[in-house]
Structure formats: structure tokens, C-alpha cells
């Protein structure tokens, strides 16, 4: 219960540190015997112990004040790669800010919270806050607080404030380096001219044209129908046919089953390494779990499987 007072009181405003405290102490003391003897010097030996604790209330929340702070997006990895966090702190005022602790509020599975010590930050500064955050299993983790702490510049009180710091991290499932698997492998021998013949489709720039449409971003250049584009004062692209074998990989995962924890995530890392596979031998390739149905691009598929868990869809698609 008091440590949820003091908690409360250096968030919203101040706690005293240790030395608070025994210089409070000492203060009503000095009072007390200045009272009883009337000693004067007494009288000035408190009054100045007061006058440092006041200034320290004062000083210590106003030096976290125009601090800004701005975090770079994280960029996936896979489960035992390190995630890399980047801030930046910006001091908008005029004034020096010195002896901060800055504290990132990661999610517990992830770990203990990050702690970094600043000495100084120059008027009108910036400073650069980047580590390394070890992973061990998948996940989409999300946080959304900095903490800023300090006690400066007396030492006597502590004042802590909370920064939106808010953003995802996603951590994907272990892919193994398959060197080969049988049942892709055999897959692919009864249909390959098939899909060659399907990229040489892909990678045509003449004939084969099924229809013309406007231009969208992200379409290549090379499929843009220029004479038809100039006509219509606008880009208008080629649609082309593709020959298929009518063959696909489609890797599913029942997430509604009686799963075992440790057998689920065998399970996860086994299809996301058959995904991979399946995409090194360019063979078309679908994820579908009862939540989100079929999905074939590689992100997605990649997200899915990083946040997907037991009971996830009870009542979703049908297989």
C-alpha cells in the first residue's frame, strides 16, 4: 500500500528519495530543538534545510518537462534474432537536462525493461537511445510507454514521467533451412514445364494480352500499353493470361483443435519453413487457419503465423 503511494506521488508529482527523507527528518529536528531552546541558529539550520527541499520539489519534475520523444518503427525478425529499438529524445527548451534514466516498458514476455542513464542533454539537443532486445519465441508484441525518471539536481526527490512511445513488434516464427522434402519435391516434378511456362508469362512484355485497365500503383512499367495510354490521356496497363497446371500448396493449420503448447508451436515452425520451401522452388503456396481463411503473400502469411494462436477462429471459415 505505501509503495503504491509513493508510486502514485512520483508519477503525478514527486517522492523523496532516501535523502529526502532523512534531510525532512533532520529539518523537523532542528525545528523542534530551535522551539524548545530558542536558539536561533537552529531556527536558521532548519529554515535552510526546508528551502533546499522546496527548490529540489520544484527543480527535480521541471527538468523531465519539453523532453519529446520519438521512436523508429521496428522491423520483424525471427525468433532468436534480436529486435533493434531506436529513440530519439529531444529536448525542446533552453535549459540543459541532466541525469535522467529513461526506461523502455516492454512487455513482460520479452523480458526485463531496457534502462539507459543520461548525463546530459544540451538545450535545443537530441539524443539517440538504440539497443539490441534478445527474442526466443514468436509473437506480435505491442508496448506503449517510455518512462523518464530523475532525482536531479539535489538528489532529494524523485519525479517520473510517462511518453506515448507506442509500437508493434513482430517476431516471426523459426523457419529451418530445408535442403529438401519429398512431398513438395514430388509435387513439382509432375508439373514443372507448367510452371515454367507460367513465369515466362509473368516476365512477357507482348501478346498473350487478356484485357487493358488503368494504371495502379505498383504495376510494372513494362506492361504499360502505351499507344492505348496516349489515346486516353492516362496509363492504361496490359492484363496478361497465365497458364496454370491447376496445381497449388495449400499448408493448414486447425487452430480450433485440443492442442499441446509445445506441439503448436512445432507445429507453427514447421509450416512456416514448408512455406519457405515452397516458395524457393517457386511453387504457388496458400496458409489457411480458421481466422483469416486462405492467405498467400509472403507478409501476411509470415504475420499470421507470428500471432496465431490455440482456439484462435472457434467459429471461423470452413476448411
Known amino acids: 500500500m505505501l509503495q503504491r ?4 506521488l512520483e508519477t503525478r508529482w514527486i517522492a523523496p528519495a532516501y535523502s529526502g527523507w ?14 524548545n531552546t530558542l536558539a536561533g541558529w537552529l531556527y536558521v539550520m532548519s529554515g535552510v534545510m526546508f528551502a533546499l527541499l522546496a527548490i529540489a520539489a520544484v527543480l527535480s519534475p521541471r527538468n523531465l518537462q519539453g523532453i519529446q520523444v520519438q521512436r523508429q518503427p521496428i522491423r520483424p525478425t525471427s525468433a532468436g534474432s534480436a529486435l533493434l529499438i531506436d529513440l530519439t529524445l529531444e529536448n525542446t527548451t533552453a535549459q540543459a537536462k541532466v541525469l535522467i534514466q529513461i526506461s523502455d516498458q516492454i512487455p513482460s514476455a520479452l523480458g526485463p525493461s531496457p534502462e539507459k542513464a543520461i548525463a546530459a542533454l544540451k538545450p535545443h539537443g537530441t539524443y539517440q537511445w538504440r539497443y539490441e532486445l534478445p527474442t526466443q519465441r514468436r509473437g506480435i508484441y505491442h508496448w506503449h510507454h517510455l518512462q523518464l525518471r530523475t ?7 524523485w519525479s517520473r514521467r510517462y511518453h506515448d512511445g507506442r509500437v508493434n513488434a513482430v517476431v516471426y516464427p523459426t523457419i529451418l533451412p530445408l535442403s529438401h522434402c519429398p512431398l513438395l519435391d514430388q509435387l513439382g516434378e509432375n508439373s514443372q514445364f507448367q510452371w515454367h511456362q507460367e513465369q515466362r508469362t509473368e516476365a512477357a512484355t507482348e501478346g498473350l494480352t487478356r ?5 495502379r500503383w505498383g504495376d510494372p512499367t513494362r506492361l504499360i500499353h502505351w499507344r492505348t495510354s496516349a489515346r486516353y490521356g492516362e496509363l492504361r496497363v496490359r492484363e496478361l493470361e497465365h497458364h496454370t497446371s491447376g496445381q497449388s500448396v495449400t499448408l493448414a493449420l486447425d487452430t480450433a483443435a485440443t492442442w499441446d503448447t509445445e506441439a503448436f508451436e512445432q507445429a507453427v515452425t514447421a509450416l512456416a519453413s514448408l512455406y519457405h520451401y515452397a516458395l524457393t522452388l517457386n511453387l504457388p503456396v ?9 492467405l498467400s503473400e509472403r507478409i501476411a502469411v509470415l504475420t499470421t503465423l507470428a500471432g496465431v494462436q490455440i482456439g484462435d477462429g472457434q467459429n471461423g471459415r470452413s476448411p
Open 5 to 8: 503511494l509513493i508510486d502514485r
Open 22 to 35: 532523512l534531510i525532512m527528518g533532520i529539518a523537523v529536528f532542528f525545528f523542534g530543538a530551535a522551539t
Open 151 to 157: 532525482a536531479a539536481p539535489l538528489g532529494l526527490f
Open 211 to 215: 484485357a487493358l485497365r488503368p494504371y
Open 286 to 294: 496458400q496458409l489457411w487457419t480458421p481466422k483469416t481463411g486462405l
